[in-house]
């Protein structure tokens, strides 16, 4: 493809490893543009500065083409979620789009055109708010079309979005705390399943930017594109990974074809969404199950050592 048009941003910490990764796929595509988004170190870990170091190096030297670099590198640690978030409010203040990866996941060449595409298609449908380049289903049959819509997948790991979208983000989650305080948080003014999920969590809100973004997404009544088969491999599992430190291996990916084949209508997908819901059920009471049997063996094993 022709050189991309469209801005990428890039979220690195200390991972020059799986970056090398990520650099190859995104130097194919040799975009105009290129927000790179660098966390600090922790003051705790001396040995960290070289490795941010490492990886922001890492990124800067892997840019041979032509190309406007916007750097944004903190001199300290501002945290995964903070730092993320703060990214995306600058990035969003300077263009109207942008497509996002971070450190530890590899794209599908055809990724960029794909979310070059639907963010062309898309930009002035205020319903659809989020491109996904992850299919956590692995692939999904959609008749022969190209994509489909989801109410509930909205995946950070590689997807592109709007300025007009990202408006919505609430760090606070504020709307929502008011609902619960108002008895509002429920039929009409949420679907059933929008309810029933974040009621799951009481007040007790994880601190994951992008669970905050699932609801701005949800609670505004937005939708997702999926793409019909998984574009996005993490290859960040393991001890050096921020969240996801239990060792897997990545996903499989699927190049998706153009011309794309378009759906009819922005109608969403509900059997996706159901079996979507189904899946991280069940993965959910596998790490809940995991979580007790871990604490029951310690627990044995505290109460058989002597004295």
Known sequence: ??????PIVLFIFNRADTLRLVMERIAVVRPKTLFVVADGPRAHHPEEADRCRLARETVLQAITWPCEVVRRFSDVNLGCDPNIVAGYNYVFSEVEEAISLEDDCVAEISFFRYCQEMLDRYRDCG???HVCGINPLDRWPCRDESYFFSRECQFGWGFATWRRAWRFYDDAMTSWKLHRQRGTNRQPWFTNDVADFFNAYGDDIPENWDFKWGYAVMANSG???VPAGNMIANVGFGPGATHCTTPK???PTYPVEFPLVQPPSIAVDRAYDIA?????SRKLHRRIVRRLERLLFKARDAADRPG
């Open 127 to 129: 319903q659809v708010m």
């Open 1 to 6: 493809m022709d050189q991309l048009s469209t």
């Open 276 to 280: 979507f819901r189904r899946y991280f």
């Open 249 to 251: 291996p990545p996903e």
């Open 223 to 225: 939708v997702s594109i």
